[in-house]
């Protein structure tokens, strides 16, 4: 079966094989998985797959809108668009985990078969399995493989710097993730966003600091703590070199007028792909 053809060309597909055998065919590939498997293949790719008689196992294909409709304001769901997005094969599990898959994915299948199929159990059945292959490739610890365009390197960067901004990691850690160099990610965000990458993830670092300073009753210092700045101090001259004004400056400005510091935003976060 050609998993490219119309309509699903633009699909992401979850394989789970208990036993058996499938061959992963495309222009720069011949690839046998042999059972139990679990893999995950992206859209854009130009697979096929021939699976041997006797196999078992389950195919589930995937719309972008689909994933966004059951993902979507879900604390997991930036990791499940992530999962989604890279391709990840595992054949080092054990045959126990993939058929602990089984049961979710006939509990979708007769769902969908039924004559008026419920759109809640549905999206449950789908969320939980999601979960599970999420877990279960241990995909938070991968880099991504495949080549990808400007744009969906940086919509992969922005979900990276959304899960860890306040870890202050170096942008190394986040280029690493993403298969790519440093250099490569810097000269990505320059020419796209007009700012390098740490300036990107200072952005996303005040934005949650402010956003803190007006909401929360935390101290000063917790609220750097949270951010993961060890040192209060270097916090607040971070903050007022990225605003003009301290944090406690910039806690008392929206005290005083109940609301925001009137100031114009620059571009942020916001204006990512």
């Known amino acids: 079966m050609r ?3 119309p309509p699903y060309e633009h699909f992401a597909h979850v394989l789970v094989l208990s036993g058996g055998q499938v061959r992963l065919r495309s222009p720069a590939r011949d690839e046998v998985l042999a059972g139990p498997v679990v893999a ?3 859209p854009c790719d130009d697979p096929s797959l ?10 589930l294909g995937l719309s972008s809108m689909l994933l966004a409709e059951v993902v979507e304001d879900q604390p997991e769901g930036h990791g499940l668009r992530l999962l989604l997005s890279q391709e990840i094969i595992r054949q080092d599990i054990e045959r126990a985990e993939v ?3 089984v049961p979710l994915l006939r509990g979708l299948s007769d769902e969908l078969e039924r004559e008026h199929p419920s759109i809640m159990a549905s999206c449950a059945f789908l969320q939980l399995l999601l979960l ?4 279960l490739t241990g995909a938070g610890d991968l880099p991504f493989t495949r080549p990808a365009k400007t744009g969906d390197i940086l919509q992969r960067f922005r979900h990276l710097v959304e899960s860890h901004f306040e870890e202050q990691r170096p942008i190394g850690f986040y280029a ?12 990505l965000c320059s020419k796209a966003l007009g700012r390098t990458p740490i300036e990107l993830v200072h952005e996303r670092t005040i934005r949650e600091a402010k956003i803190k300073l007006e909401r929360s009753p935390r101290s000063i210092h917790g609220i750097a703590e949270s951010l993961g700045f060890r040192d209060p101090t270097y916090f607040s001259h971070f903050f007022k070199r990225k605003t003009g004004l301290s944090p406690a400056a910039y806690r008392q400005s929206v005290a005083s007028i109940g ?6 935003e620059p571009a942020s976060y916001a204006d990512w792909p």
């Open 3 to 5: 998993i490219t053809a």
């Open 40 to 42: 995950i293949l992206p």
């Open 50 to 59: 021939v699976i041997d008689a006797g196999s078992t196992g389950h195919i």
């Open 99 to 101: 058929e602990a898959l």
């Open 132 to 135: 599970r292959v999420w877990r």
């Open 176 to 187: 690493e993730q993403l298969g790519i160099t440093a250099d490569r990610l810097h000269s």
């Open 259 to 264: 609301g925001g510091t009137g100031q114009e």
